[in-house]
């Protein structure tokens, strides 16, 4: 089954206690980008990746981390979590270079920062 | 830059009730048009997309959009609300050349009443 998988799904942490969320996809595509949900805001893109070693920022980067050392991962790290990145977290790919192309997303990860 | 307005971050109708989610976008090229739908405690899916063609699109569970260009409109109907329409949904738009990248409007959260 085509899926964009995310791990943990719900995480309670401290402020500064480093984490990383990892996201996997199995439909071979280039594209993969990590979006924050916060009510009232809808989704924002935090970081994308065109392929293997291409990341490049979104909308909202600040206190995030991210590699894509293989096709199919890509994990978002925050080296010293704050309460204010406490959020809804969706993992998503798609075929690079097709605008149109439907962006598939994973189950979201909530994490909260205390 | 591009926009997405969802006017509503709030409505509400009977069952069996048309259903009608705003949609309105900004774009200084003809754009890929999509509505994505979030069910409690699970991701987004895709419920319907315009690239290119036909102008009213017809997508999963009975909904469909039209895309109206004079209008900048993408508005999201169905004609017969059921309960399990109770839902977070999400309009966004990417350019039709050159990126990935999707805009999401706020949401608009459609509860349905018996």
């Known amino acids: 089954e085509a899926q964009v998988t995310q791990n943990p799904r719900y995480l309670i942490t401290v402020t500064g206690k480093k984490l990383t969320v990892t996201c996997s996809q199995n439909m071979n595509h280039e594209y993969m980008s990590w979006y924050r949900q916060d009510p009232g805001l809808g989704l924002r893109q935090i970081y994308y990746s065109m392929n293997v070693e291409v990341t490049d920022k979104g909308d909202v980067p600040e206190g995030y981390k991210v590699s894509r050392k293989e096709k199919r991962n890509f994990p978002l790290i925050l080296e010293s979590p704050s309460p204010n990145q406490t959020s809804l977290y969706f993992c998503?790919?798609?075929?690079?270079?097709?605008?149109?192309?439907?962006?598939?997303f994973g189950p979201g990860t909530r994490l909260t920062v205390l | 830059a591009q926009s997405v307005t969802q006017l509503g971050s709030h409505v509400s109708v009977s069952e069996g009730a048309l259903v009608l989610l705003r949609c309105n976008y900004s774009s200084s090229v003809p754009p890929y048009l999509f509505w994505y739908v979030q069910y409690p405690n699970q991701g987004l899916q895709l419920l319907l997309k315009?690239?290119?063609?036909?102008?009213l699109v017809k997508g999963i569970n009975g909904f469909e959009a039209e895309f109206k260009k004079s209008e900048t409109s993408f508005h999201l109907t169905k004609p017969s609300a059921h309960m399990s329409d109770a839902a977070e949904y999400f309009c966004?738009?990417?350019?039709?050349?050159?990126?990935?990248?999707?805009?999401f409007g706020t949401g608009t959260r459609l509860q349905v009443f018996p």
């Open positions: 315009y690239t290119t063609g036909a102008t």
């Open positions: 966004a738009v990417s350019e039709e050349y050159g990126t990935d990248k999707l805009i």
């Open positions: 998503a790919s798609k075929v690079a270079g097709a605008g149109g192309d439907t962006q598939y």
